[in-house]
């Protein structure tokens, strides 16, 4: 590991003044991705800047929503009875995303900017990474791909996005608010991350030393079901070869509304609008659902190792709609 400096931040304007002059500082909260990554070489800042006395915890209740300090841990959400009762896809996510060790350490706005799990960014001895070395080449997508993307990508970068509970939380419309130099914005999760196309390095609408305080989730109605089915190699602590995120709303058979999202799949939490197009409207039976599935999965681009991540990606939004469908009927 390089030699770095630490810094305690006293509080958030601090923060995000010390974090902007310098392009070589990094926020620390959690640090369960970000010193593993450091250990490897891959990062090296001159400087972690600590947040976690910041008063960035918590969650707060209304009729519409919580707010989510970015600061509060992945257990800790899921802990909560609001997120037991209404969205209980996200807490089905949290809990399936990390062992109980690492949730009790993992921050919310830390998972959200977790950085890609591909072999090749992990390992500096690699020099064909344009998420890590821009202009160097993708050597992914001719090298061992099987837990990559099939969705938003390019011709420059395969990567998948790793968090879990990003997917229902894309399904929500879950709101990011932050902090920085400019003051403070309310980004929508659907809009805060990027897809690769030529500039994979850059992942997400942040500018350097704008801080995540803040995600707001959108309660489910109370007639809503919802589910998150995860697939994967191994029942613990595995990343998703696919996963999938639904919230239902039936009334007489019918689907009212409908909102889905994909993980295992996309270069970043992927919203299936297409599928909830489909969904809408329609009756809550298989045969709606596999077309739904068939819209999810339309503009898949997948390669040899990740061919057969389309058909289970399909099975495992059919096979969670059907799950939600039979809790509702």
């Known amino acids: 590991?390089?030699?770095?400096?630490?810094?305690?931040?006293?509080?958030?304007?601090?923060?995000?003044?010390?974090?902007?002059?310098?392009?070589?500082?990094?926020?620390?909260a959690g640090g369960t991705t970000q010193l593993d990554l450091m250990k490897d070489g891959?990062?090296?800042?001159a400087r972690l800047l600590d947040i976690t006395r910041l008063p960035l915890k918590g969650i707060t209740h209304t009729d519409a929503a919580i707010r989510v300090g970015a600061l509060t841990t992945m257990e800790e959400l899921a802990a909560d009875p609001l997120v037991r009762e209404r969205l209980p896809f996200v807490r089905e996510a949290l809990l399936l995303g990390a062992s109980t060790q690492l949730r009790n350490m993992a921050t919310i706005g830390g998972n959200l900017l977790q950085r890609?799990?591909?072999?090749?960014?992990?390992?500096?001895?690699?020099?064909?990474?344009?998420?890590?070395?821009?202009?160097?080449?993708?050597?992914?997508?001719?090298?061992?791909?099987?837990?990559?993307?099939i969705l938003g990508t390019s011709d420059h970068c395969i990567a998948l996005h790793a968090s879990d509970v990003a997917v229902p939380l894309a399904a929500l419309d879950a709101v990011v608010h932050t902090q920085g130099a400019d003051g403070t914005r309310a980004i929508p999760l659907t809009e805060f991350y990027l897809p690769p196309a030529e500039t994979p390095h850059v992942e997400n609408v942040l500018q350097?030393?704008?801080l995540i305080?803040?995600?707001?989730?959108?309660?489910?109605?109370?007639?809503?079901?919802?589910?998150?089915?995860?697939?994967?190699?191994r029942v613990s602590y595995e990343f998703a070869l696919t996963s999938a995120g639904v919230a239902l709303v039936i009334e007489d058979g019918l689907i009212q509304e409908a909102r889905v999202a994909l993980g295992?799949?996309?270069?970043?939490?992927?919203?299936?609008?297409?599928?909830?197009?489909?969904?809408?409207?329609?009756?809550?039976d298989t045969e709606v659902f596999r077309?739904?599935?068939?819209?999810?999965?339309?503009?898949?681009?997948?390669?040899?190792?990740?061919?057969f991540k389309v058909d289970l990606?399909?099975?495992?939004?059919?096979?969670?709609?059907?799950?939600v469908a039979g809790a509702q009927s």
Not at 11 to 24: M, R
Not at 42 to 45: M, Y
Not at 264 to 284: F, M, N, Q, Y
């Open 264 to 284: 295992g799949v996309g270069t970043l939490p992927w919203r299936a609008w297409d599928a909830e197009d489909v969904l809408r409207g329609s009756r809550a």
């Open 42 to 45: 891959v990062l090296h800042p």
């Open 213 to 233: 305080t803040a995600i707001e989730i959108p309660l489910l109605p109370s007639a809503a079901r919802s589910h998150y089915i995860k697939v994967r190699d």
């Open 116 to 149: 890609a799990r591909c072999r090749y960014f992990r390992d500096p001895t690699v020099p064909a990474c344009n998420k890590r070395n821009p202009g160097s080449g993708c050597a992914a997508i001719t090298g061992i791909h099987r837990m990559h993307a």
């Open 291 to 307: 077309s739904a599935a068939e819209a999810a999965l339309e503009g898949a681009r997948p390669l040899p190792g990740t061919a």
């Open 208 to 210: 350097h030393g704008e």
């Open 313 to 323: 990606a399909k099975r495992t939004l059919v096979r969670t709609l059907e799950t």
């Open 1 to 28: 590991m390089h030699p770095f400096e630490y810094t305690l931040a006293g509080d958030a304007d601090q923060a995000v003044a010390v974090a902007t002059a310098d392009p070589h500082t990094s926020f620390l």
